[in-house]
């Protein structure tokens, strides 16, 4: 397999050196290590785990949970101190729980007395925020996750296509659009007929509204270029002065009526799609948008099955020229889209359980898994799940281009990433105690809207109301602390 050959190289390029002095520090060590099953997240565990063993004399243990059960069993173990397992890798958003209750150890000093770890080349945000909790340190970024915006170059580049586009809507035919409002006159005017000329009938776009298949997150997607404002904090989630839930807001409202109008210029079947199910439609070659993780580029680039090796563009997330404005309580008008990225997810990270009897040996290991070189194999590998979050992953095409990417898509992909989490109006996803819970309120009715059982006004009026209740459970003041620390706030 690649990555074993490209782990074997690095190892020999490493040299013996740093491998001698680190032989059998941890001899006779376990350390039992916690995540989704393979290949996602779990395979670059899989990838660095034999030659760490060797260097070290340590031995990782691998268990794996379905999606479902992750939280419930690492909370399991945290709370009655059961020690089961030294590294859970868990999404982002989960950090808070645990950091807040006291079930992980702070890593501040062991990131400091490790080089190794080159911790000034993790991109900002994850650094300052992703990963720390009350101004310390309780994971390492192993993943970074944002959403970006994909487009059929092929399509939307076509100077036929383009002529066509202006006399039917009255402007340029923008590449790459910059709101949501051209989003769906591009997707209107490619849909249902042959653009690409295979004798396959194309479609405007493909996003998940399945759920429990990850529509949430494109859902905010969508919301964030309509309510996040520059200089005005919170405007996805909750007011951060009273925690009171902006989730209905018109902003929010109208990027549902988007959310639910898109569908008409969808891929068939649409509404029963996770976001599995979007990137391999996408990169079959049917659809001329979509949004996503970085997943769509790579099975689009790199993917055996794909039909659109070389004709995707790479986008920031649309925006739109009016936006709810917080501060006024009213829309305004913009001279320029707002747009803004999305950290949706907030990527994986590696925590260690504080009754862990191997802390030394599960951080080294941790750091292993995240230092460059290693990091930037498990990005420019299939199927890891693992997407750029370090500088140096952004400043190499060869390892890209040896993945598989063309050398014009890998700059373009990598920009937009880059583009995204380096937005001067980049978004967090919702990072407090009790972030899952408010999310699943959130898809149940997004599913309901779909279905074309609810309005999205009735909707959302629906989440906002069971946000206060588990704002009222998990209590108003700790709850609107947690979320100003969130957004870098000071505390009320």
């Not at 295979?198 to 309509?226: I, K, L, T």
């Amino acid at each position: 397999m690649r990555w074993k050959l490209v782990v074997g190289c690095f190892l020999a390029v490493l040299g013996t050196a740093w491998g001698v002095a680190q032989t059998g520090r941890f001899a006779g060590v376990t350390i039992t290590v916690f995540t989704q099953p393979p290949p996602y997240i779990a395979k670059p565990v899989m990838m660095f785990a034999p030659d760490w063993e060797r260097i070290t004399g340590a031995k990782v243990r691998l268990i794996t949970a379905p999606w479902g059960e992750l939280y419930p069993k690492m909370y399991s173990s945290f709370a009655l101190g059961q020690g089961l397992f030294d590294i859970v890798i868990m999404p982002a958003a989960w950090l808070p729980d645990f950091a807040e209750a006291g079930f992980l150890v702070p890593l501040d000093d062991l990131i400091a007395k490790d080089p190794a770890i080159e911790w000034n080349d993790i991109i900002p945000v994850y650094r300052e925020r992703i990963v720390s909790w009350g101004g310390k340190v309780y994971a390492v970024p192993m993943d970074g996750d944002s959403h970006i915006f994909y487009y059929r170059k092929d399509a939307l580049e076509n100077p036929e296509y383009q002529a066509r586009f202006k006399a039917k809507y009255g402007y340029d035919l923008p590449v790459p659009p910059r709101t949501w409002k051209q989003v769906r006159d591009i997707a209107e005017f490619f849909h249902g007929w042959d653009w690409d000329g295979d004798g396959v009938m194309n479609y405007g776009v493909v996003e998940p509204r399945r759920y429990a298949g990850q529509a949430d997150w494109c859902f905010f997607s969508r919301a964030v270029g309509y309510v996040a404002l520059p200089g005005q904090p919170g405007g996805l989630f909750f007011d951060p002065v009273t925690m009171k839930p902006r989730i209905n807001s018109p902003g929010h409202i109208k990027a549902l009526e988007d959310y639910v109008e898109i569908m008409k210029f969808g891929v068939p079947g649409m509404i029963n799609m996770d976001s599995g199910e979007v990137r391999s439609v996408f990169a079959s070659g049917v659809a001329a948008m979509a949004i996503d993780w970085g997943d769509i580029g790579v099975i689009s680039e790199v993917g055996k099955e794909s039909k659109v090796k070389g004709k995707v563009g790479y986008a920031v997330l649309p925006g739109s020229m009016e936006v709810w404005n917080f501060a006024q309580n009213q829309w305004v008008t913009l001279k320029e889209p707002n747009q803004a990225g999305y950290l949706a997810f907030g990527g994986w990270v590696a925590a260690i359980d504080r009754n862990s009897k191997n802390i030394a040996a599960a951080y080294d290991f941790i750091s292993y898994l995240s230092r460059p070189a290693n990091s930037y194999i498990s990005v420019t590998t299939s199927e890891t799940g693992f997407n750029p979050y370090r500088k140096s992953h952004f400043e190499t095409l060869a390892g890209w281009i040896g993945f598989g990417f063309g050398r014009d898509a890998a700059a373009a992909y990598l920009k937009a990433i880059n583009d995204t989490i380096g937005h001067p109006n980049v978004q967090p996803d919702l990072r407090i105690p009790g972030a899952a819970k408010y999310f699943e309120a959130l898809d149940a009715q997004l599913a309901l809207v779909v279905a074309g059982q609810k309005t999205p006004k009735a909707a959302l009026d629906e989440v906002a109301r069971i946000w206060e209740q588990i704002t009222e459970e998990y209590g108003r003041a700790a709850q609107l602390k947690a979320y100003r620390l969130s957004l870098g706030l000071p505390s009320p």
